[in-house]
Nanobody, 124 residues
């Protein structure tokens, strides 16, 4: 499966953005999909994930209550709605997918397929 992440941009603190991860080549509905981010000089970190089977979701503590992950199977797309953005949310955001994941959704190396990343910049 090929993944294309989009929707990043420049936004003021307190604003919102919606990222999209569009898949091609395979049906994304059966894949676990995760969003990760990487800020300059920092390691890639988990943001949110959604399973392919039950649609269960997981969030990093730093984004819980502000971000929401969802999927639209008809559009073969997973979204990350980001509200109440903070300057510390500034990073390149990546989506990742794997058809076999049943655990370890927070671990980047568990995912086989990655998109190219989209920049999110939150100004104070």
């Amino acid at each position: 499966v090929q993944l294309q992440a989009s929707g990043g941009g420049l936004v003021q603190a307190g604003g919102s953005l919606r990222l999209a991860c569009v898949a091609s080549g395979r049906t994304l509905s059966t894949y676990a999909v995760g969003w990760f981010r990487q800020a300059p000089g920092k390691e890639r970190e988990f943001v949110a994930a959604i399973t392919g089977s039950t649609g269960s979701t997981w969030y990093a503590d730093s984004v819980k209550g502000r971000f929401a992950i969802s999927r639209d199977n008809a559009k073969n797309t997973v979204y990350l709605q980001m509200n109440s953005l903070k300057p510390e949310d500034t990073a390149v955001y990546y989506c990742a997918a794997d058809p076999r994941l049943i655990a370890g959704f927070r671990i980047a190396r568990a995912y086989d397929n990655w998109g190219q990343g989209t920049q999110v910049t939150v100004s104070s």
